[in-house]
């Protein structure tokens, strides 16, 4: 069964770059969540979409962006970078058609130097 | 708000049966999930309650007590690769049932021969 697509795995940048994390939902899920998860700490919600319309918001700092495409996918968009940024980013996606669990892609690890 | 409280670390033996416990205090409650997550990997579904009771699910059952705030996750017959973080989420209430999910610092178990 397909899955949740995140792009890139793995991302490098230098404090004050920008950072522009791609995720792609399980095919007919409606809704995208972002997550952020430093080292040792549980998945912190930043953002969701629900039919290409922010639904939620939480933790997300002002440098922090995203959006929901008309396919669906979401971005993420980071500017500023700062060290504290480091960390795993996680989209995950549901349907209110289907069941209510949240399915996580493999997430993207940032680091940034 | 949401308040999530879980042990941080358990120990168990192998083909033995744990019990992870997790309570909480919530603004608004649409149901409470258990996610299974290895290091440096994502969070995977492994069950989902929203009214009181026991579900089972194979070797995992999860129990709910929403009057008390309180749920368990049991594992039974313990495998080595049983070892990971199990993470309790709060979904809240939303006009859609889409509600971003509210982690808990997760608990990590270590499973010994």
């Known amino acids: 069964a397909a899955g949740v697509i995140q792009s890139p795995r793995h991302l490098i940048k230098e404090k004050r770059e920008t950072a522009t994390l791609k995720c792609y939902p399980i095919p007919r899920h409606d809704t995208v969540y972002w997550y952020q998860q430093g080292p040792g700490q549980d998945p912190q919600f930043l953002i969701s979409f629900y039919e290409k319309m922010q639904s939620d918001k939480g933790s997300i700092p002002d440098r922090f962006s995203a959006q929901q495409f008309s396919d669906y996918h979401s971005e993420l968009n980071m500017s500023s970078l700062e060290l504290g940024d480091s960390a795993l980013y996680f989209c995950?996606?549901?349907?209110?058609?289907?069941?209510?669990?949240?399915?996580f892609g493999p997430g993207t690890r940032l680091t940034v130097t | 708000g949401q308040n999530i409280d879980q042990p941080t670390e358990m120990t168990a033996t192998e083909g033995a049966i744990v019990q992870i416990n997790c309570t909480y205090q919530?603004?608004?409650?649409?149901?409470l999930f258990w996610y299974q997550q290895h290091a440096g990997e994502a969070p995977t579904f492994l069950s989902y309650?929203?009214?009181?009771g026991l579900e089972e699910k194979g070797r995992f059952s999860s129990f709910l007590s929403r009057s008390k705030g309180y749920s368990y996750l049991l594992l039974k017959e313990l495998q080595m690769k049983d070892s990971a973080s199990y993470l309790c989420a709060v979904k809240g209430i939303s006009n859609f049932g889409n509600e971003k999910l509210t982690f808990g610092t997760g608990t990590r178990l270590t499973i010994i021969p």
């Open positions: 309650n929203v009214l009181d």
């Open positions: 919530t603004s608004g409650f649409n149901g």
């Open positions: 995950a996606s549901s349907t209110l058609a289907g069941a209510l669990e949240q399915y």
